[in-house]
């Protein structure tokens, strides 16, 4: 089959979702039959139930023409076989193959990359165990009990978003810290909490030249050289994490190097070493592999063409629908789980990250909306916080609510009748039927139009495995998402043109002189 990268406007059943009359009314339409038959699998236990989104059978129906024509399926199978996806910066797009093999064998320049990135987990995972058995010890012989990750954006937010999701449900056998701010209060609250003898640092940047990353490793470095610690080394106390082309490769200057490689987007790195160093030392190698168990089945799960039977691939055309035909320009990620606590912020970077474009894959311009503005926080805080806009605000935000059937940790008390995992499961479906089905009164103030559409990830309990198959529900929603609004949703050139200001601004360039005193003019209040 000829694969076709065309814009989303040209397309024949995008045509016809624009001509749908039908609306679905949630207020009438939300009801116990709907909610168990809107479900589709997500892989790793997970069930993505869209009954509280503004669809029916035949508006999904469009959306299954819209995916087949898009050929979305195809198009991922030929990100799964190495194809080179990523046109801005000619790379192949490879973090499935970090975690299983769906394609076929994926070379380049005669080399086997699924065997590259088993050899560099396998690297990981005899590290983290020699450390963990006190075979590798501090400089000062002493057992290392602390790993601190020091990177920004995917080689920050990811591995964070993931050590807080596990750091309950698994015995940590290294605490985990992160800095990542270029704010020196940022790595100076982080390094005071440290014993610098037990810790263990781990620089990862895939560039190796980013700036803020750069800066803290020599932040750190000159705060154990400042605290005189008798025959302490500090290059046996930093491993780095980096592709093998940047200027990081290859130094002695660390105890060790693992590596990933260009074709795994910095946003999409939690599964290669980028998060696997972190979370082996953490938690060990077994509970990285059963998270990336969990991300191979999401991926899987991806496969299949019936959107009915494809969570991923029905979110992202949920999403589109949302987004093209009914207009709504924001999603709020809303996990009814503490330990999600920076989920959000980390699909905030991949989605905003990728398909934050106006431009197709060949570099014309768009004439049709794509990536919305994403935001998040924990349930039950959130009501307590921003959800009166989303009830009775002037802009609908669909919501997606993640869930699970049991808390992390065993200890629960019964309050007033009910545990606190029942309060807190008991609070997202009546926020899902809140928002679905509104609530009238006279008084206008306290009336509620409803027909907010929202949608839940649902699983048992959040584990490495479900964590696994959660993070990858969302890449591959997004890289659907990308297929479908033509977009190269896999290079970030939007964040360069600040990051090349602030280089003019410290070198005092001319051409900054002018923005300089604009703004110090504005500072004179
Ligand atoms: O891992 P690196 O190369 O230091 O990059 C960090 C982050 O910076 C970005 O390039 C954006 O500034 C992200 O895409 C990336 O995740």
Do not use: C
């Amino acid at each position: 089959m000829s694969i076709k990268y065309e814009n989303l406007d040209t397309l024949k059943a995008f045509k016809e979702l624009r001509a749908v009359e039908t609306s679905v009314d949630l207020k009438e339409e939300l009801t116990r039959e709907r909610i168990l038959r809107y479900s589709a699998p997500a892989g790793g236990g997970l069930t993505y139930n869209y009954a509280a989104k503004a669809v029916n059978d035949e508006i999904v129906g469009i959306l299954q023409k819209l995916s087949d024509e898009q050929q979305l399926v195809a198009k991922y199978k030929e990100v799964l076989n190495g194809e080179f996806i990523n046109t801005g910066e000619n790379r192949k797009v490879l973090h499935h193959l970090t975690r299983g093999q769906l394609g076929s064998d994926v070379t380049f320049e005669d080399k086997n990359l699924r065997d590259f990135y088993v050899e560099q987990q396998n690297r990981i995972r005899e590290f983290s165990s020699k450390v963990h058995k006190g075979e590798i010890k501090g400089s000062t012989g002493k057992q290392l009990d602390t790993v601190v990750q020091i990177g920004i954006g995917g080689s920050d937010l990811g591995p964070r978003a993931m050590y807080l999701a596990l750091e309950n449900i698994y015995d940590v056998e290294m605490e985990g810290h992160f800095i990542s701010n270029v704010d020196p209060d940022d790595a100076n609250a982080v390094l005071g909490r440290l014993n610098f003898e037990t810790t263990l640092f781990v620089l990862v940047s895939k560039s190796g030249t980013t700036q803020e990353t750069l800066a803290n490793r020599n932040f750190v470095l000159e705060k154990t050289r400042q605290a005189h610690i008798h025959g302490f080394n500090p290059s046996k106390h930093m491993v780095a994490v980096t592709s093998e082309t940047s200027p990081l490769a290859g130094s002695d200057e660390y105890l060790d190097s693992f590596y990933m490689d260009d074709f795994i987007g910095g946003r999409y790195s939690s599964t290669s070493a980028v998060g696997g160093v972190v979370l082996s030392l953490a938690f060990g190698s077994e509970v990285f592999d059963q998270f990336l168990a969990g991300a191979n089945d999401a991926d899987r799960a991806a496969l299949e063409l019936d959107l009915r039977k494809n969570a991923a691939l029905m979110d992202a055309m949920i999403g589109v629908y949302e987004r093209n035909i009914l207009g709504y320009g924001q999603t709020a990620v809303l996990p009814y789980s503490q330990a999600l606590s920076r989920f959000p912020a980390h699909l905030q970077q991949m989605d905003m990250e990728s398909n934050g474009k106006s431009v197709n894959r060949r570099g014309e311009p768009l004439n049709y909306q794509t990536g919305p503005v994403i935001f998040g926080e924990p349930g039950t805080n959130g009501q307590h916080s921003f959800y009166q806009l989303l009830h009775q605000g002037t802009d609908i935000v669909p919501l997606q609510f993640i869930g699970f059937k049991d808390s992390q940790i065993p200890f629960d008390l019964d309050y007033e009748g009910s545990t606190s995992q029942q309060k807190l499961k008991a609070n997202l479906v009546a926020q899902i039927v809140a928002f679905a089905k509104g609530k009238e009164d006279k008084n206008s103030n306290k009336n509620f139009a409803g027909q907010r559409p929202s949608s839940l990830i649902y699983g048992l309990q959040l584990t490495a495995r479900s964590l696994g198959a959660l993070l990858a529900h969302f890449e591959n929603k997004v890289l659907f998402q990308g297929f479908v609004w033509n977009v190269n949703s896999f290079d970030q050139e939007g964040v360069q043109l600040g990051k090349v200001l602030a280089k003019q601004v410290l070198a005092g360039g001319d051409a900054m002189d002018e923005a300089l005193k604009a703004f110090s003019d504005l500072l004179e209040i």
